[in-house]
């Protein structure tokens, strides 16, 4: 039967390599060959795994504490690390001298080529957590035997002197997370009301598509923000971020829904449907043991497709103040600071959590296709 | 026709129904009533009020009665014309949204029509030249205006504008026209600034319409009916025109519902950034000072706005395309 559904390109190759495998590989290895040959999408996976280490190892990669605050250290531009000296390899940054304009009074900082400030890997640093169990003060990236003056700002610092680099690293990691629990949720109400509604079909049907159809013609920025606005300002940040969470997937399972009704739909009309229900298997059996499997390939596409939606509507609350709030750290809060124009074009590197925003929403929607492709190796 | 014509009416007055709720449950939601937050800021602004008054307050809105009942109260005001107050700016709710709203509509139509007008032809384009550099180019775009969210969009352009241009880009009026009332001059200013976020906005929805159209027109180019008539020998762009742009054509109308809620959304958010004065920088400003009946009446009032817009389009899709009458029946 496979052999005869198989794509011919797909036998093709396999053939033409004098390889058989093909003809015994199981579903998943299917989709698995046929993904592997969706370069981008295994690029964006391969991308988005390294936000999830991000996400993971936040505390190590950071150079310093996200929330330490130094006025004297506001708006300091990015200090680009010098990878050689001359020809011989010996990382380090220049030192910055910080001085008050006596006309303009801003803070003016002057780089000190003179002055090298030696960086190291594996340096000893701040304090932290190393998966909020293991006690641990050893980071990527430090400079030598750092006084007070000797700082390390790659990407530069906000208005209160922290940071721009190591809060960046602490916003992937709520940003890219809250994706992650929300569209969980969504997931959850999405099999649960698509299910029911294309299994069941009838009246319940028509009332959930109602439903769906309803929300969908409702702008969901101004809902999301009339929500999140009810978030009191005094909770705190665990709090703030199931919140949130809980907000956005009240919205976003519509979608999630769609496609599994569909498939629930397509699939009741399967010969190994009618087969099973001929031989006795109960509903249950039925919907877990031969309906399930079949379409949790396409499940997993279209969960990967929603997520860059939702990491956008974290990043678009917080923008505007609804979302996540300081002392939070994630990509819109970061992207707070850039809201007046005027100020940032003096400080361009403000604007710099832009870039993994559209990043990881461009490695979700290319991975989400590659997905889709490979969702049904025998088509 | 008259069928589908009611079903969507019906449709479209349950969702203003549930539109309603929703706001009213968005007012409802902050914590303590909102007698005693206006009270508050009443007393902040030295006013005195008394027990009995404060009482009386929460006996017309029925704030000591169940949901359904203040519900029932708020919609029979409304009905009346009477929205509330918006206690920041201690005027009728309707006064302070003046032609906000109706801005909001301009910007959101002109947002559609640049999404059309952009595209159709690189849709076109991206069919009939599959795999040329401009189709990758298109693509390219298009996957970056699918990921970018617009209001960063509307940030690097911002940024652009003010440090290349020594313009700032924002607003719909210039300064002189901004309080004036309306007069050619003042339309003249307003089309000459609203070109620039109305295509910010049009940026996603045009990225997702090339896609589709990209994919329905080479699906219909590859039909045998195409082949014939090349083969008869009518001219390349009258085949393409004629026949399966046409086909083509019909997901894009029938796409407009969930479009008009995404550029709706889009134009919010944009406008808090571009500081446009339509209703979004209002909205903004009214939730985070908790003044939930402007902010409610607000949801409301763009919820029913894309609910109406939502219904035209209906009525025009099922005017272009008599199959979509019989598909939803």
Redesign the interface.
Known sequence: MAEETLIHSDIEVFEARGDERIYAASQWQLMWWRLRKHRLAMVSGLVLLLFYATVIGADFMATADPQESNAQLGLMRPQPVRWFDGWTFSPHVYAIEGKRDPRTFKRVYQADPNQKLPVRFFARGFEYKFLGLFPANLHLLGVEGARAEDTLFILGTDLQGRDLWSRLLYGTRISMTIGLVSVALSLFLGLLLGGVSGFYGGWLDTLIQ?VI??L????????W???A??V?KDWSVTKMYFAITIIISLIGWTELARVVRGRFLSLREEDFVTAAELSGASRMRIIFRHMVPSFMSHIIAATTLAL?AII?AE??LS????GMRPPAVSWGVL?QA??Q??A??LT?WL?LP?VP??VA??AF??LGDGLRDAADPYG | MLVYLVRRFF?AV??VW??SL??FA?IQ???GDFVTAYIGQLQAMGTIVSQAESEALRMEYGLDRSFAVQYYKWVSRIFEGDFGIAMEYRRPVLEVIGDRLLLTAVLTFTSIMFTWILAIPIGIYSAVKQYSLGDYFFTFVG??G????N??LA??V??IG??FFNANV?GLFSPEYADAPYTWGKMLDLLNHLWLPSIILAVAGTAQLIRVLRANLLDELRKPYVITARAKGLAGWRIIMKYPLRVALNPLVSTI??LL??I???S??IS??MSLPTVGPL??KA??A?DMFL??T??LL??VM??IG?FISDLLLAWIDPRIQLETM
């Open positions: 109602r159809e309803i969908r013609s409702i702008p969901t920025i101004p809902l923000m009339g929500l606005a009810a009191p860059p956008i990043t678009s923008f505007l103040g609804l992207l850039a809201q124009i005027q940032v074009a361009p604007l832009a925003v559209v929403v461009l929607n290319f | 449709l349950i969702t549930a539109v929703i706001s968005i939601l902050p914590p996957f970056l699918l990921a970018l969210p209001f960063l940030l690097v911002l940024y003010f440090v924002g519902g969930y809620p995404l709706v959304s889009g919010i958010i808090v950034v909205l903004l939730l985070l908790q902010a409610g607000i949801i763009i919820g894309t609910v939502t």
